[in-house]
């Protein structure tokens, strides 16, 4: 690992085109926020705080004495180099694409009752051997809802963006090229210092021409995620009446029950989530579970004030193949760069030590430098990709060790609405993935511009 990370070093520094300066997730916005529609600018109302910046102008748009507009736009462009992908067995292991994406909003306010629409266009440039729906849906509509608030209780029903608290089994899929949705309804109550979503909604399927995105026949998601200071609690409902385990297809009912502990004090912060997963997939009794854990401290007294992080995460994965049970626990619809820039496995049968520092190099830029090594929790079950796809069966391997992995960011926010970033990430396959087929090491480069306001 030390000569992982020494070559991630010297090849950044040679490659380095800087970007986004975040020292959150990359996921996360350094500003606005990804969804958008949580934006609220009615403190612009003010015709002198729209004059302090030129975007003033356009998120706060009177209309009448309580109509109002609010707009803004994403422009983002990623470039991104393969070598080895899946450790050399994947159709297209050395690649080189682009993802462009457009996704302007608009957000109009009639009193308590607004809409949100927000068109998408994305598009994908040298994807081999041909574009999947996360990498390119040309111009359809990614967003568009009517709300009423009601005070301590907001209605919603549309299409829309989720994403529960870190996004480890709801998330917006916001790295790839095309984002999640989900097409339903949605009530937001506060009681209180609580907050808790209620949702029945279906995923968003993205076809592969222009507006022909549709709402998924076979998948489902229901539930109930409460917000309280420090902690999250939550109930999680999900069908797919095409469910794949084990080579066996055939209807999953799945409930999922879960707690978040997540805070700071002083220098410290921390954040830990257990779930635990029961229902029926094919005949079979599902009992699944996960804890995760993330441990850091902000290093005041050295240089930069570096954050030093830990993450441990464990995923419970099927013990027996031949039995009426699965233990294959289900992520649902995570974050789409679960563990880093570079995922090749997701967060399936999984056991996943992660330390990580991340610093502040100057007002504007910021750097971090990550190891991760990754082991399967059973050996009578396989490797899975984020979507919970089988990317590498069990085989006769017991060997538990895939590989061990490393990555270099570096981000600049070259100005309020332009962000620059580069990352470089090496992923070394380990036993496990040397006993059941191709075992190079996988290389990825990533180059990101996103302008938005």
Known sequence: MPRLLATAVIALVGYAAPVAAQTTEPWQAPTLTITRFDEYWAHLADAEKRAHHWTGKFKYIPISDDIW???????????????????????????????L???PYADLHVGQFRTFVQPIAAYAIGVRPAASPIDQTRVDLLQ?????????????GGRQMISLGTERLVGTRYGPNVPLAFDGVRTIVSLGKAKVNLFAVNPVVPGPGSFDDKTSPT????????????????YLGYRNRVAHFGGVTGREVRHSIGARLNGAKGNL?????GVAQFGHFAGKTIGAWTVGSEAG??????????????????VSGDGRRDDRHLGTFNALFPKGKYFGELSPVGPTNIISANPRVSARLNRTMSASLA????????????????????????GNSRARFI????????????????GLSTSFSLFQAGTFIRETGPAKTIRLIGLEANFRF
């Open 69 to 99: 507009l609010s707009t803004g736009i994403e422009i983002r462009a990623r470039n991104e180099n393969f070598a080895n992908n899946l450790w050399g067995s994947g159709p297209a292991p050395d690649d080189s694409y682009l993802w």
């Open 101 to 103: 994406r457009v996704m």
């Open 403 to 418: 590989g061990k992995e490393a990555e270099v960011t570096l981000s600049w926010q070259a100005t309020a609405e332009l």
């Open 144 to 156: 568009g809802f009517a709300e009423l608030d009601l005070g301590a209780i907001t209605l919603r």
């Open 219 to 234: 998948k489902m998601l229901w539930g109930a995620y409460a917000v309280l200071p420090g902690v999250d609690l939550y």
């Open 269 to 273: 912060h921390w954040n830990i989530e």
């Open 371 to 394: 190891a991760m090594g990754y082991w399967r929790y059973s050996t009578a079950d396989g490797v899975y990709d984020i979507p919970g796809n089988l990317i590498r069966a069990p």
């Open 297 to 314: 401290v902000k290093l005041a007294k050295l240089p930069l004030t570096p954050d030093a992080t830990l993450r441990f995460n464990v």
